[in-house]
């Protein structure tokens, strides 16, 4: 299995409590944020990771070389900032599989990988977490079979889905579509879901954005020892 991982944020939120670094490598009792995903992915039988780099790239080019724990570690590096969607169609172009999948590296959601597939003609299919009382992310509507209905702004929902930033998808998904060179991914995926013949699936694990402050704390926490 292959996975991309988006390293590439300033972590502008998170500027007052991890300086001078990019947010993959924000400290976690002492190891960086990226290792823990790395370990997630090495212990589910991942052999190669495309990590999409930007800001302060050299930093996490040091630090995990081109290997971890057997697997391979690839570098997508941005010479301008491409925002997620141009940092990850540069990362595709490096990926061998017809399949890969991509996280964010900047949450972490707890979960078996290897039950996400691909159907039919579908482009893309979203992990998602069901969340009660929340208001910091959109909520995405799926119908009866699975596929996505409709992405709905950030605003208070009592109970609901939102993208937990884990996903499966072709390699080929940009293809046919006019795009700019830097571009929002959750923008594209809002705007053309139904073109890719987007799916999504529910899942109940352990899942943290460490992207403000308070969750970032709160992620040290639950992550000591």
Not at 155 to 184: C, M, Q, T
């Amino acid at each position: 299995m292959e996975a991309i991982l988006l390293c590439g944020g300033l972590g502008t939120r998170l500027k007052s409590v991890v300086k001078d670094l990019p947010k993959p490598m924000a400290n976690i009792n002492g190891k960086p944020f990226l290792q823990i995903l790395l370990e997630f992915l090495q212990k589910q039988g991942f052999k190669q990771v495309i990590l999409a780099v930007a800001y302060k790239f050299e930093l996490i080019q040091d630090f995990f070389a081109n290997d971890f724990k057997g697997m391979k570690l690839i570098y997508s590096i941005e010479k301008s900032p491409l925002g997620t969607g141009g940092g990850l169609r540069q990362a595709l172009s490096y990926a061998s599989q017809k399949e890969v999948f991509v996280l964010n590296g900047d949450s972490f959601f707890d979960i078996n990988l290897k039950a996400l597939s691909l159907e039919g003609q579908s482009k893309i299919i979203l992990a998602l977490k069901r969340m009660k009382e929340f208001d910091r992310y959109g909520e995405v509507r799926l119908t009866e079979a699975g596929f996505i209905s409709s992405f709905r702004e950030k605003e208070f929902v009592n109970e609901g889905l939102i993208n937990a930033g884990i996903y499966l998808l072709k390699k080929d998904i940009f293809e046919g579509f006019i795009l700019n060179d830097s571009f929002s991914f959750e923008d594209f995926l809002q705007a053309n879901f139904k073109a890719l013949k987007a799916k999504g699936l529910a899942f109940e694990g352990y899942f943290k954005d460490i992207g403000v402050p308070e969750d970032y704390e709160e992620f040290k926490r639950d992550f000591k020892g």
